[in-house]
Antibody, heavy 119, light 107 residues
Framework: EVLLVQSGAEVKKPGESLKISCKGS????????IGWVRQMPGNGLEWMGI????????RYSPSFQGQVTISADKSISTAYLQWSSLKASDTAMYYC????????????WGQGTLVTVSS | DIQMTQSPSTLSASVGDRVTITCRAS??????LAWYQQKPGKAPKLLIY???SLESGVPSRFSGSGSGTEFTLTISSLQPDDFATYYC?????????FGQGTKVEIK
């Protein structure tokens, strides 16, 4: 069974750094792209970026380029989403996702990680 | 970037109603269009991919159609479990965009 298991909720202050994780299991981690989707409170879904763990090829949405860093450690089948300096506007639910079908829909989703940034 | 526009933003309907949600792309996305259902506090769930292919386990009352820039999601007979928010999503050259969502409410 394919599973994406994310790290737990975080509460941070503005200016702090953060790295959240998504561990894949039940499949060959290096063979599938894995991405991140943001959902701000009461809002819709926004695709942030995606990485291919096999060679670390990474693509970002223009809206998130330079704002976050996506990485992966294939030795532990884990993808990461990282901020160097959080803002209150980063408060959101973050989902990791895996496209695997023709047409590239996100057919697997993690359970979500809630990030709260507040002074 | 390709923009996706859904209509309506909110839809009030009754159990048994036929419901249609429209999604328009700012440029052609061929058939690279998916639909998701999201309930409060839950991760989205894939319903339809490649515009009209039903995801395994999804009830047959859900169907998708369209190509190019105009797409529709139809629920043939709305059930109590279907009250949720629905999103369309396009894929093009390692870039994905979601529509703003359509909330289906109880009338």
């Amino acid at each position: 069974e394919v599973l994406l298991v994310q790290s737990g909720a975080e509460v941070k202050k503005p200016g702090e750094s953060l790295k959240i994780s998504c561990k894949g299991s039940g499949y060959s981690f290096t063979s599938y792209w894995i991405g991140w989707v943001r959902q701000m409170p009461g809002n819709g879904l926004e695709w942030m970026g995606i990485i291919y763990p096999g060679d670390s090829d990474t693509r970002y949405s223009p809206s998130f380029q330079g704002q976050v860093t996506i990485s992966a450690d294939k030795s532990i089948s884990t993808a990461y989403l990282q901020w160097s300096s959080l803002k209150a506007s980063d408060t959101a639910m973050y989902y990791c996702v895996r496209p695997s079908r023709s047409g590239w829909p996100f057919d697997y989703w993690g359970q979500g990680t809630l990030v709260t940034v507040s002074s | 970037d390709i923009q996706m526009t859904q209509s309506p933003s909110t839809l009030s309907a009754s159990v048994g109603d036929r419901v249609t949600i429209t999604c328009r792309a700012s440029q052609s996305v061929s058939s690279w269009l998916a639909w998701y259902q999201q309930k409060p506090g839950k991760a989205p769930k894939l319903l339809i991919y490649e515009a009209s292919s039903l995801e395994s386990g999804v009830p047959s009352r859900f169907s998708g159609s369209g190509s190019g820039t105009e797409f529709t999601l139809t629920i043939s007979s709305l059930q109590p479990d279907d009250f949720a928010t629905y999103y369309c999503q396009q894929y093009n050259s390692y870039s994905w965009t979601f529509g703003q969502g359509t909330k289906v409410e109880i009338k």
